[in-house]
């Protein structure tokens, strides 16, 4: 199956730089909604047939732009949420921003058990997203989008997308509605495309 996974546009935390990792998170800034729009209009010829998304409000908009022309309804899972800031939730200080991402950096080197003050493990983290992806590959789909956070994408690609080259997700981070393609069958995921970095020949 062809999977589309997608960042989130831009939200008022995003400006702000708050670890805002909790549902239902910040709504969607002016410009925001034309990244939305922009989206839509970029994957309109995208034969999506199912579309998921984790339950915060910015992941929910961003999925309803490309859910309703379709006819499809958005399939909200809390296992696409974003990696939980445990106590440091919505702080702005820079140490515990920089504590964030160097967690998500230890995940992607495989120390796993690594988590924030009242936050989850890598192994919580992955696991969850493994599920709803699970589902998504059992509904029987060949294409699917799903809409989710920027460390959470970079920690499950990292850690589950071949092909992948490990800078990418170290370096080269998601932008808002940024996007990753897979293809696979489930029990393995081949990178094809990590937002503007083409991975094999003829990838759309």
Request: hydrophobic share 45%; net charge negative; charged share 25%.
């Amino acid at each position: 199956m062809d999977l589309l996974l997608i960042r989130h546009a831009q939200t008022h935390s995003n400006l702000t730089r708050a670890l805002d990792t909790a549902v239902p998170g910040a709504d969607l800034t002016d410009l925001g909604r034309e990244q939305v729009a922009r989206l839509a209009e970029d994957l309109r010829e995208e034969p999506l047939e199912g579309i998921w998304s984790s339950p915060t409000t910015r992941a929910r908009l961003t999925a309803a732009a490309l859910a309703e022309p379709r006819g499809l309804v958005v399939q909200e899972r809390e296992g696409l949420k974003e990696i939980g800031a445990g106590d440091h939730e919505m702080s702005v200080v820079e140490e515990h921003g920089s504590l964030y991402r160097q967690m998500v950096l230890d995940w992607l080197a495989g120390r796993l058990d690594r988590q924030l003050p009242g936050g989850e493990d890598g192994l919580a983290a992955l696991g969850r997203f493994d599920a709803v992806v699970e589902e998504v590959v059992a509904s029987g789909v060949d294409h699917a989008a799903v809409v989710a956070h920027g460390a959470i994408l970079r920690a499950w690609c990292g850690a589950r997308a071949a092909q992948l080259p490990a800078e990418l997700p170290r370096e080269h981070l998601l932008p808002n509605t940024g996007r990753v393609r897979l293809v696979g069958d489930g029990s393995q995921w081949t990178a094809t495309r990590w937002d503007d970095v083409v991975l094999a020949p003829g990838a759309p």
